[in-house]
């Protein structure tokens, strides 16, 4: 049998290692320090790693010369970096060209799906939040949901760049997911029909008693200059500044930094609104800049659990800066920075490179924030009421659950709006903005 000598092999290490220098990220300069590794970690390739590409070049030697079938170049190479990926986090991922287009129509707020925004939590596909007025959005799947099955597919074979690919498609065509809710001891079934997803990133209502409320869905190109848009057609409408705003970023699953840093400078006249850290001690911190067009009036920040990356960066930063109150439940917690790498022949790849820190130097990644004021989405009664009437009774879990509504995305049953509002109203009654009740 026929073996690549020596010097194949060393050569196959040298464009391994030559792969891996090209995609290590450069460093940013340095203007602050927050929290730091204990220990700083080489980022030059070690002697154990040219040690393991020996091992990996000798197995791909074996492949390629005694597979039972012809095997297939490109495929290996996506294959072995897609398992390298796999060994660090779920948010790096190696994307196809087709990925890679598909991430890019992500940012400009219009694609063919089904709705849904999706992470990998304790290693299972987990729902973020469901579009507004997505198809899956109005059969019902929730934040939280688990999702087993795309199309009778187990998730737990499949990354999530795979699962999301799976997901869309042209308008029209059908999808079937299997979830897991929590309560719900059986899986739950849901046939969706995808659409043509157009996010509308900034929705605002106009004033009540002169109160403004503004909805953020995500954060795309021009979200920040969208916002003072919304913003400037709540006074024309109020016929003056406002008396105070809600600010809404429930179910917000995040976007792009540079439009949460904006966002949050909009409100904010000076200070440190995001520091980033890497593992090598760089540390960029980004800071508001004053221009006398920030809005002195009162904010309310709304979150949930569905509140996640740049929507916590803006949540943390006006937290921390006692700026606005947070109001509704603790926030997802995904606090890692990732960088897009182009290789070329239209693949990328998705690394995360840094981690995020508010004002105060709190790690947002796998914490989240918590509110000031802790405000369930249902009344307490409400939801006390239900669990009564679902007692002794089997849980309805087989069919799609096309008549649910989240009591958070319903305005005439928006509790967690109400009592903000109520507070916003009464807002004399606060010596500070980031008093704890």
């Not at 659409?195 to 995500?218: C, F, N």
């Amino acid at each position: 049998m026929m073996r690549f000598g020596e010097d194949a092999l060393r050569f196959r290490t040298a464009v391994a290692l030559a792969c891996l220098i090209v995609l290590t990220p450069l460093p940013h300069p340095s203007e602050a320090k927050t929290k730091e590794p204990k220990e700083p970690v080489e980022a030059s390739p070690s002697a154990n790693l040219y040690k393991e590409l020996d091992l990996f070049t000798k197995v791909l030697n074996l492949v390629e010369e005694g597979y039972v079938d012809n095997p297939n170049d490109r495929d290996m190479v996506y294959g072995a970096i897609r398992g390298l990926l796999s060994t660090l986090d779920p948010h790096s991922v190696f994307m196809t060209p087709d990925a890679y287009r598909e991430l890019k129509v992500d940012t400009e707020g219009r694609f063919g799906g089904v709705g849904i925004e999706v992470t990998v939590k304790n290693n299972v596909l987990t729902v973020v939040t469901a579009i507004e007025g997505s198809p899956a959005e109005k059969a019902g799947v929730k934040e939280g949901d688990r999702i087993l099955k795309i199309d009778g597919i187990s998730t737990k074979d499949i990354g999530l760049t795979e699962a999301v690919r799976r997901m869309r498609g042209s308008r029209g065509a059908k999808v079937h997911l299997t979830l897991l809710r929590e309560g719900h001891s059986e899986p739950i079934e849901v046939f969706l029909k995808r659409d043509t997803i157009r996010i509308k990133s900034v929705r605002a209502d106009p004033p009540e008693d002169g109160y403004g409320y503004v909805r953020i869905s995500s954060f795309q190109e021009d979200t920040s200059e969208e916002l003072k848009k919304a913003l400037d057609g709540l006074e024309k409408k109020n016929k003056g500044p406002l008396k105070g705003l809600l600010l809404d970023l429930r179910n917000n699953p995040g976007g792009l930094l540079d439009e949460a840093v904006d966002v949050s400078d909009f409100f904010l006249e000076s200070g440190t609104i995001v520091t980033t850290a890497t593992r090598n001690h760089e540390v960029d911190r980004r800071t508001a800049a004053k221009d006398g067009s920030e809005p002195s009036y009162p904010v309310i920040v709304l979150v949930n659990g569905g509140s996640a990356s740049a929507a916590e960066i803006v949540a943390g930063a006006l937290q921390d800066q006692k700026r606005a109150v947070l109001l509704g439940t603790q926030t997802f917690g995904k606090g890692t920075v990732q960088t897009i790498f182009e290789l070329g022949d239209g693949a990328a790849l998705k690394l995360t490179v840094a981690k995020y820190y508010t004002p105060k130097g709190r790690s947002i990644q796998a914490q989240g924030i918590r509110p000031d004021i802790i405000v369930p989405a249902q009344k307490p009664r409400a939801r006390a009421a239900k669990d009564r009437s679902l007692k002794g009774k089997e849980p309805e879990t087989r069919k799609s659950p096309d008549s649910e509504k989240s009591p958070e995305k319903s305005e005439d049953e928006d509790y967690q709006r109400q009592v903000a509002l109520d507070r916003l109203k009464s807002w004399q009654d606060f010596d500070k903005p980031r008093r704890r009740p």
